[in-house]
């Protein structure tokens, strides 16, 4: 098989330290990948090189994927050169590189830093809230970057599983992956989202003793929505838009996509659109993950 047909996959994975990349690390470990944590930057280079260690039969080329782990504690570690390097390796045939970055709210990093008792490796004697906002000022030019953007903030230990099997199993579809998030704009905008719709101007179930407690998700809730008059013409236009929308990513080679719907409260609204949304993707053939960042947060 030629190389470039059958490119190591190459994942490196970043962000503030206790976002996840841990975690991340070992998940990725077990879907295959030879996982490698804290590598200096100067060693990346070598240890992406191919190199089929003269092994295999002649014109097959055995299928590796590696992730490292790379952040703020790496030796010499510079933001810059790490970018100027990952574009070096993009160039290569024989690699399919991404940037996986993990972020995180301030106040959750400090909660989880607190409960470990973890110093936060940029505090130094200082509190662990001004290693926080070093480290967040230090990164954000990876962030930029980044491939794909993973918050951790509200996410469960589940859905961490989910969403990296979804976007990196070994045996995963090339192509596009769009994840649908709804979500609550009183817990605030999700930082992952590069597509953002507002469907508060639809007629709230909050105010409904009998949908309150329900969700989106309830067959009572879902018809209550959509019943509002603008429901239908909103809806049509966001799915003409989207499907508009979602070759041209694909063609300039985009791999994940996140669309945002938010409302109030996160629970109906935002979740009935999410839902009918994501339906049509999956309808029209893409590959679709729907989750309800606030849905079962208790009703306000």
């Known amino acids: 098989m030629d190389a470039a047909a059958d490119p190591i996959r190459l994942v490196v994975v970043s962000g503030l330290s206790g976002a996840g990349k ?66 070096e390796l993009k160039q290569r045939s024989d690699l399919a590189v991404q940037l996986l970055y993990f972020d995180c709210e301030d106040e959750v990093l400090l909660k ?23 480290e967040r000022r230090l990164m954000l030019p990876l962030r930029a970057e980044a491939d794909l953007v993973i918050d951790t903030s509200t996410v469960t230990l589940p859905e961490f599983r989910q969403v990296l099997a979804a976007q990196f199993a070994l045996d995963a579809l090339p192509g596009l992956s769009i994840m649908v998030l709804s979500f609550s704009y009183k817990l605030g905008l999700p930082r992952e989202a590069d597509l953002v719709f507002d469907v508060r101007f639809l007629r709230n179930p909050h105010y409904d003793e009998i949908l309150r407690p329900q969700t989106g998700t309830d067959p009572g809730v879902a018809n209550y929505v959509s019943a509002d008059p603008a429901y239908a013409g909103f809806f049509g236009q966001l799915r003409d838009m989207i499907d508009n929308l979602v070759p041209r990513y694909a063609a300039e080679g985009k791999r994940y996509l996140t669309i945002a719907i938010g409302c109030t409260g996160g629970r109906h609204r935002s979740v009935v659109v999410a839902e009918a949304l994501g339906k049509h993707l999956r309808d029209t053939g893409q590959r679709v993950d729907i989750r309800h960042r606030d849905r079962d947060l208790a009703p306000v």
């Open 112 to 134: 989880r830093f607190t409960a470990t008792r973890r110093r936060h490796p940029l505090a130094g004697d200082r509190p662990i809230t001004d290693g926080i906002v070093a």
């Open 22 to 87: 841990t975690t991340a690390l070992k998940l990725l470990e077990d879907y295959g990948y030879e996982a490698v944590d804290n590598l200096p930057l100067p060693l990346l280079r070598r240890l992406a090189v191919s190199d089929d260690g003269g092994d295999a039969e002649p014109g097959l080329r055995p299928r590796r994927a590696i992730a490292v782990g790379v952040d703020s504690r790496t030796r010499d570690f510079q933001p810059d050169r790490l970018i100027a390097l990952l574009g």
